[in-house]
Nanobody, 120 residues
Framework: QVQLVESGGGLAQSGGSLRLSCAAS????????LTWVRQAPGRGLEWVAY????????DYASTVKGRFTISRDNHLNTLYLQMNSLESEDTAVYYC?????????????WGQGTQVTVSS
């Protein structure tokens, strides 16, 4: 059974940091590009970042570039998102998913999401 389980969300102050994790099981983790997607209250899904299957190529949305870092550990089957210099606009539910810039909930594998709330 395929599972993606996010953790690490919570409440942070503006300017603070959080590190999200996404533990995967049930599929060959190292074969897949992975992506982080977020959904702010009342808004659609927004792609945040992706990483290739070996962790050599990454890309970021302009809204997070320079503040967020995506990484992965293929030995632990875990994806990460280090979020620094958090802003109130980063408040959202964060999802990990397979794919390059996947924002289609019906495509690929998705986690259940973790809430990030940034207070100003």
């Amino acid at each position: 059974q395929v599972q993606l389980v996010e953790s690490g969300g919570g409440l942070a102050q503006s300017g603070g940091s959080l590190r999200l994790s996404c533990a995967a099981s049930g599929f060959t983790f190292s074969n897949y590009y992975l992506t982080w997607v977020r959904q702010a209250p009342g808004r659609g899904l927004e792609w945040v970042a992706y990483i290739d299957n070996v962790g050599e190529i990454t890309d970021y949305a302009s809204t997070v570039k320079g503040r967020f870092t995506i990484s992965r550990d293929n030995h632990l089957n875990t994806l990460y998102l280090q979020m620094n210099s958090l802003e109130s606009e980063d408040t959202a539910v964060y999802y990990c998913a397979t794919g390059k810039r996947n924002t289609n909930r019906r495509a690929g594998y998705w986690g259940q999401g973790t809430q990030v709330t940034v207070s100003s």
